[in-house]
């Protein structure tokens, strides 16, 4: 018999592709946070944002790769998707309040 180690809940969060998820989160929100409390720091919370969006690349990547793939892997994945983009969306609309045509637009 061939010795497989059985998959257990604690092994699933510790899969490589949700630790990149993980960060994905983390990055995410110190985008956001960096967007509404210091909007001076732009330039750096588009490169936490875009990179949190480069990290989807590679965690479905490394989820083929190591055969590490998880419903709860699939769901945060998809749950950070659209946070990330509902997120961007009402700092943006906070941002162009005063340009209605542009919240009409987004709204798409």
Same mark, same amino acid.
């Given at each position: +018999?061939?010795?497989k180690t059985a998959t257990t809940a604690e092994?699933?969060?510790? =899969? $490589?592709?949700n630790i990149i998820g993980y960060l994905r989160v983390v990055l995410t929100l110190l985008s956001i946070?960096? +967007?509404?409390?210091f909007p001076t720091h732009w330039?750096?919370?588009?490169?936490? =944002? $875009?990179?949190?969006f480069v990290g989807d690349l590679f965690d479905?990547?490394?989820?083929?790769?190591?055969?590490?793939c998880s419903t709860f892997g699939g769901l945060l994945d998809m749950v950070t998707d659209r946070c990330s983009t509902a997120g961007l969306l009402c700092v943006l609309s906070?941002?162009?309040?005063?340009?209605?045509?542009?919240?009409?637009?987004?709204?798409?």
């Open positions: +018999m061939a010795n092994n699933v969060l510790l =899969y $490589i592709p946070t960096l +967007m509404i409390i330039k750096i919370a588009i490169i936490c =944002y $875009i990179s949190s479905g990547m490394a989820a083929r790769k190591f055969n590490q906070r941002e162009y309040e005063d340009e209605p045509i542009l919240v009409l637009v987004s709204m798409l």
